[in-house]
């Protein structure tokens, strides 16, 4: 079959998904059409609809795909670099938004505000990140510094990494969180240890740790609601 066969073009005008979706807006559009509107154009022998439907086939669901990297999506043959970078972004635009990223520097009064701001940017990742929180004396967010990815240890997570920015900037008082892909939010063992170890750090450099919040999945924990701050 001739290549123009399988382009949405040749379709009729009213089953075309992008003119659906000026017409009757985006929600009467199924998630394949939708993700069939992002990757543009379809190969020789698949529309754009078809690879949006593999994405979703191949990872079960669309939260699934949203937490895939640019080279995992690329695993499905037709999307090449550019359809991955224009989706990658795309569901970066959606976790930004659902985070309240509007909100350039968020006070944070409460654990609950933090994961209402960093679930939406760290629950799809699939490895751990620690991140540090500088505030100034209003609890308003100063500065994000990440510390590391991968697995959490002392090794990796140390007292100069962390409080480095709060010495420079400086910082009143500083929250940690860290994610756990396996959507569990309990703290390890590890969690506590390194805990007590930036916690007592912060004494002796005068920036007290207001709290370390573990994010999973929809779930957060706190240790200092916790009492174990």
Same mark, same amino acid.
């Given at each position: 079959?001739?290549?123009?066969? @399988?382009?949405?073009?040749?379709?009729?005008?009213?089953?075309?998904?992008?003119?659906?979706?000026?017409?009757?807006?985006?929600? /009467? #559009?199924?998630? =394949?059409?939708?993700?069939?509107?992002?990757?543009?154009?379809?190969?020789?022998?698949?529309?754009?609809?078809?690879?949006?439907?593999?994405?979703?086939?191949?990872?079960?669901?669309?939260?699934?795909?949203?937490?895939?990297?640019?080279?995992?999506?690329?695993?499905?043959?037709?999307?090449?670099?550019?359809?991955?970078?224009?989706?990658?972004?795309?569901?970066?635009?959606?976790?930004?938004?659902?985070?309240?990223?509007?909100?350039?520097?968020?006070?944070?009064?409460?654990?609950?505000?933090?994961?209402?701001? @960093?679930?939406?940017?760290?629950?799809?990742?699939?490895?751990?990140?620690?991140?540090?929180?500088?505030?100034?004396?209003?609890?308003?967010?100063?500065?994000?510094?990440?510390?590391?990815?991968?697995?959490?240890? =002392?090794?990796?997570? /140390?007292?100069?990494?962390?409080?480095?920015?709060?010495?420079?900037?400086?910082?009143?008082?500083?929250? #940690?969180?860290?994610?756990?892909?396996?959507?569990?939010?309990?703290?390890?063992?590890?969690?506590?240890?390194?805990?007590?170890?930036?916690?007592?750090?912060?004494?002796? #450099?005068?920036?007290?740790?207001?709290?370390?919040?573990?994010?999973?999945?929809? =779930?957060?924990?706190?240790?200092?609601?916790?009492?174990?701050?």
């Amino acid at each position: 079959m001739a290549e123009s066969a @399988y382009r949405i073009t040749r379709w009729p005008k009213q089953e075309r998904p992008r003119e659906r979706l000026l017409d009757d807006g985006p929600q /009467h #559009l199924s998630e =394949a059409e939708l993700l069939g509107i992002l990757i543009g154009k379809g190969t020789v022998k698949k529309t754009a609809i078809d690879l949006g439907r593999e994405l979703l086939d191949r990872y079960e669901s669309l939260p699934r795909l949203f937490s895939r990297s640019p080279s995992e999506l690329m695993l499905v043959k037709g999307v090449g670099s550019a359809k991955a970078a224009v989706l990658s972004a795309a569901f970066e635009l959606v976790r930004r938004v659902q985070s309240g990223k509007d909100t350039d520097k968020p006070t944070f009064k409460k654990s609950s505000d933090v994961a209402t701001h @960093y679930l939406p940017l760290l629950r799809d990742l699939r490895k751990e990140v620690f991140k540090v929180l500088l505030l100034n004396r209003a609890n308003r967010l100063v500065k994000e510094v990440s510390v590391s990815e991968g697995t959490l240890d =002392a090794s990796i997570v /140390h007292p100069r990494d962390v409080f480095r920015e709060a010495l420079l900037e400086p910082a009143a008082a500083v929250i #940690l969180i860290h994610n756990h892909p396996s959507g569990n939010p309990s703290p390890s063992e590890e969690d506590l240890r390194i805990t007590r170890q930036l916690v007592e750090a912060g004494r002796l #450099l005068g920036i007290k740790v207001l709290d370390h919040i573990i994010l999973a999945g929809g =779930a957060h924990r706190s240790l200092a609601d916790e009492g174990l701050i």
